[in-house]
């Protein structure tokens, strides 16, 4: 089966050796720097929207419709992404996060996606995905309305997983450039990068371990959610994706204090990137992932001396809505 694919990611991102990190950890580490993929600060949500936007593009779309946090880098790359392409996009901001200051509100992602000329919705309420899903078809219906053709990249379980397909090329483009790790480290937030990520390496018959490290949900919810994914895709694919459920490898000892905050763990494993190898993490998704690598290595799930691939999604347009956090965590002095 063929999926109409807009051209985003026009070359593989490459995957570099981090050998200060690897001597610090007793570990043969790598990075996949996705966040150089696709336009405007980059991130793996551009291989997700290259399906979606692919779908807009058949069917002639004039407006893109998409939902997220008020940080989100989906949002915020979906706009520069479209705009690309010649579309208008809405945007519809959810309140995921609490007790925040003014900077969270206007800086990062949303001071970009003003730039890109983006027309803001708001959403109320932060866990609550097919509420999010159907203000946005709502406003649709009102651009059909208005005669505009419109496409909504929809957010809650249940919709075709067309996002997972860019991870499974993604793994395509992992095993040709370096098919001999043991040992993949990934962001598991929405599960499509997850869970299209396992499910490319083991359609390709690799059984290389793929930990998924949460964002936004524990990792009993985030299992079940992969799953769910998984099966979705399978549907969309027409044939089963061989992934069992012991495939399905979560952990989540970085997520408190939870979605879209900067803990303890999470600050340790930003300085331990910057300090070392000069390359930044931001405070939402990638500190939060790379901080399962030192946190399994200690703790044995990660074997010394193993081949690590940690896959960097990107997300640094967010860093610049983090600065109380992040001079509570790094103080002057």
Request: charged residues 20%; contains cysteine; negative net charge.
């Amino acid at each position: 089966m063929t999926f109409a694919r807009a051209d985003l990611v026009s070359a593989a991102t490459p995957i570099e050796p981090l050998p200060n990190l690897s001597a610090l950890l007793g570990i043969d580490l790598h990075i996949k720097r996705d966040d150089l993929a696709g336009t405007t600060m980059g991130g793996n949500k551009s291989r997700q929207l290259e399906y979606y936007l692919g779908a807009a593009q058949q069917k002639n779309a004039q407006t893109v419709l998409i939902t997220g946090a008020v940080q989100s880098n989906f949002v915020r790359t979906a706009a520069a992404s479209a705009a690309k392409l010649g579309m208008k996009t809405i945007v519809q901001l959810e309140a995921r996060v609490p007790d925040v200051d003014a900077l969270y509100g206007s800086n990062g992602n949303v001071l970009l996606s003003r730039l890109l000329g983006v027309e803001v919705m708001h959403y109320p309420v932060g866990e609550d995905e097919a509420g999010a899903d159907a203000a946005l078809r709502a406003r649709a219906e009102a651009e059909e309305a208005a005669g505009r053709t419109p496409y909504v990249i929809p957010l809650a379980l249940g919709n075709p997983p067309l996002g997972a397909l860019g991870y499974m090329r993604a793994a395509e483009e992992v095993i040709h450039q370096d098919p001999d790790f043991d040992v993949v480290v990934i962001a598991s937030g929405s599960g499509l990068t997850h869970a299209g990520m396992l499910a490319g390496l083991r359609n390709a018959g690799h059984s290389v371990r793929v930990i998924g490290s949460c964002v936004r949900r524990d990792a009993e919810q985030q299992r079940h959610r992969i799953a769910t994914v998984l099966e979705a895709l399978s549907r969309l694919l027409g044939s089963p994706v061989p992934v069992s459920h012991d495939d399905i490898d979560i952990w989540d000892g970085a997520l408190s204090p939870g979605y879209g905050r900067l803990g303890p763990q999470a600050a340790q494993a930003m300085a331990m990137m910057a300090r070392s190898e000069g390359i930044v993490l931001d405070p939402v998704y990638t500190a939060k992932v790379f901080a399962a690598v030192p946190a399994m290595v200690k703790s044995g799930e990660i074997a010394a001396g193993a081949r690590v691939l940690f896959v960097h999604t990107g997300g640094l347009a967010s860093l610049f809505a983090y600065q109380s956090a992040l001079e509570n965590a790094f103080p002057h002095g």
